[in-house]
Nanobody
Framework: QVQLAESGGGLVNSGESLRLVCTATKSTYSGYCMGWFRQVPGEEREGVASIDHDGTTTYADSVKGRFTISQDSTQSTVILEMNNLTPADTAMYSC??????????????????WGQGTQVTVSS
């Protein structure tokens, strides 16, 4: 069982940056894939970025070059650095984990463990 908790959301202006942190109750290095997703009310959940236990990362096209996902094994945290934010990035951001094969956020079906989410709001 893995429990996840996100922090770091908030209200920023367009062009500014935010750093989201996902803290896990156990080390995510025992074969877990970690992902960040976001969702706007009334819309489908969108995958943002993923990082595998070996450090391999993937990103949604909409955030490539602006967002960076990383992990700190000693603190069991996964970090999402978000730069050059725009109003289109406004959403509830959640981190998730699974221990199955493949590590991508093209689908959320494999992800078993989810945090409660942290709100990111970007004003124009």
């Amino acid at each position: 069982q893995v429990q996840l908790a996100e922090s770091g959301g908030g209200l920023v202006n367009s062009g500014e940056s935010l750093r989201l942190v996902c803290t896990a109750t156990k080390s995510t290095y025992s074969g877990y894939c970690m992902g960040w997703f976001r969702q706007v009310p009334g819309e489908e959940r969108e995958g943002v970025a993923s990082i595998d236990h070996d450090g391999t990362t993937t990103y949604a096209d909409s955030v490539k070059g602006r967002f960076t996902i990383s992990q700190d094994s000693t603190q069991s945290t996964v970090i999402l650095e978000m730069n050059n934010l725009t109003p289109a990035d406004t959403a509830m951001y959640s981190c998730a984990a699974h221990s199955g094969w493949g590590c991508t956020v093209k689908t959320d079906e494999q992800f078993v463990y989810w945090g409660q989410g942290t709100q990111v709001t970007v004003s124009s």
